[in-house]
């Protein structure tokens, strides 16, 4: 894996957050933090060698290619203490500023950040799979059967059902190992699976269950809007979710 790949990844950050934005952000942090400190304090070269692990690390396959959020909790404490000097540079500009124009500037603020937090999770289009987990769920409630195990392909799926999530099988990504994981699992094991997450972590789909000794109770096919509006409009995210179970 080439030792930029994760910056080259950057524009498929959750949300569509591009490669401008994120470059702009890191560029006022670091301007921010030598402004407010007027020379770069104590700890600058640690925070630039943190920024960096990252980056070595997933050229050496050591972080592989997903799971951006370990990226950015590298960089977090760093960051943060640096944009705290920034607010604290801000902090003592606004104490020469009327009290009204500093209500009304963070207010604009606040909610300026809350519609991006809100716009770029509601973009990112499995951030709606939990529509489609609890309409699964619903029906499964209004058609019971006694459930001794559950698997599942999204945590919020074992979450919906109140379950423990240390019950999930160890699945790998093959696909024969994991249909004899599951045709050994006991009666009573209901398997709550998407097609996206399911197929792509576990490489099991409707097939591999029937072989596995699973009967379909219910398969549905959505397509969820999102729920805020965005310019351009964005398509309808498309899932299936499936509900399998292993009867006595």
């Known amino acids: 894996m ?15 957050i591009g490669l401008s934005k994120v470059t702009v952000v890191l560029v006022l942090v670091e301007i921010v933090n030598v402004w407010a400190f007027e020379v770069p304090p104590p700890g600058v070269g ?28 590298c960089v977090a404490p760093p960051s943060a203490l640096a944009m705290l000097a920034g607010w604290n540079l801000l902090a003592d500009w606004a104490r020469k500023v009327p009290p009204l124009v500093r209500l009304t500037a963070g207010a604009t603020v606040l909610l300026w950040a809350a519609w991006v937090c809100l716009s770029q999770a509601d973009a990112y289009g499995s951030s709606r799979d939990a ?40 699945l790998g990504t093959d696909p024969e190992q994991n249909v004899q994981i599951l045709r050994a699992s006991p009666p009573g094991t209901l398997v709550f699976w998407d097609a996206h ?7 099991i789909g409707g097939a591999e269950l029937e072989r596995a000794g699973y009967e379909r109770l219910r398969a549905a096919s959505y397509e969820l809007e999102p729920l805020l509006p965005h310019r351009p409009a964005l398509p309808p995210y498309r899932q299936e979710i499936y509900l399998y179970y292993k009867g006595e």
């Open 2 to 16: 080439p030792w930029n790949s994760p910056f080259r990844k950057l524009p498929e950050l959750p949300g569509g």
């Open 46 to 73: 640690e925070k630039t060698v943190t920024e960096s692990v990252p980056a070595v690390t997933t050229s050496a396959a050591l972080l592989g290619s997903a799971g951006y959020a370990r990226y950015l909790v």
């Open 131 to 170: 529509r489609a987990v609890d309409d699964m769920h619903a029906w499964f409630l209004a058609h019971p059967r006694p459930v001794k195990r559950l698997v599942f392909s999204q945590a919020y799926m074992s979450i919906r059902f109140g379950r423990d999530l240390a019950e999930q099988p160890n």
């Open 197 to 203: 997450t399911g197929a792509q972590f576990h490489a």
